[in-house]
T-cell receptor, first 116, second 119 residues
């Protein structure tokens, strides 16, 4: 069964460093998302991506964040200068084989980012 | 703005008990979608169900059942004869389809309910 994959599973970085979190969405999906979950809290939307551009972003997704789909399979989230409060689990999700954005989103296993 | 409330922070039951997880939502849209996801201790988010706002039929899948009531803006989830493997955090989520005509499927999650099933 197709699934969303994410690498690495755990990333430890120093404050101020850049990190890139990688995701491979399900191959025929059209919509891509990043969410984050601070430990013990709810899952929060960061950004959605469709047709090679950002379609929606939250207040969390400031200038320090960027997303890219560099080729036909990968979808990346970059944090330019990490802060302590960026420590969280980051989930990638994908959906939409029919061009409908409200298809079910399937989530990857997450990348746990720890900023020291 | 859309909002999801899961008032039960934690529920603890003994195996074989039935348990209901509550979910109340707020939205101004007439077309929207509701979801339940399970997050086991391993941390991944597992899709359980998707329901659109025009379909108020209750659904049953094995030991799981869902009760959608638009009149009370609720989408409750019941596990019948709970098992230890049901122990997880359960999230209810909402996606608006017509947010100004430019909705791209953003999910708004509730705070989650931690379910612990004891043997």
């Amino acid at each position: 069964e197709p699934e969303v994959t994410q690498t690495p599973s755990h990333q430890v970085t120093q404050m101020g460093q850049e990190v890139i979190l990688r995701c491979v969405p399900i191959s025929n999906h059209l919509y891509f998302y990043w969410y984050r979950q601070i430990l013990g809290q709810k899952v929060e939307f960061l950004v959605s991506f469709y047709n090679n551009e950002i379609s929606e972003k939250s207040e969390i997704f400031d200038d320090q964040f960027s997303v890219e789909r560099p080729d036909g399979s990968n979808f990346t989230l970059k944090i330019r200068s990490t802060k302590l409060e960026d420590s969280a689990m980051y989930f990638c999700a994908s959906s939409g084989t029919s061009g409908t954005s409200t298809d079910t989103q399937y989530f990857g296993p997450g990348t746990r980012l720890t900023v020291l | 703005a859309q909002k999801v409330t899961q008032a039960q922070t934690e529920i603890s039951v003994v195996e074989k008990e039935d348990v209901t997880l509550d979910c109340v939502y707020e939205t101004r849209d007439t077309t929207y979608y509701l979801f339940w996801y399970k997050q086991p201790p391993s941390g991944e988010l597992v899709f359980l169900i998707r329901r659109n706002s025009f379909d108020e039929q209750n659904e049953i899948s094995g030991r799981y059942s869902w009760n959608f009531q638009k009149s009370t803006s609720s989408f409750n989830f019941t596990i019948t004869a709970s098992q230890v493997v049901d122990s997880a955090v359960y999230f209810c989520a909402l996606s608006e389809a017509n947010a100004g005509g430019t909705s791209y499927g953003k999910l708004t999650f509730g705070q989650g309910t931690i379910l612990t099933v004891h043997p």
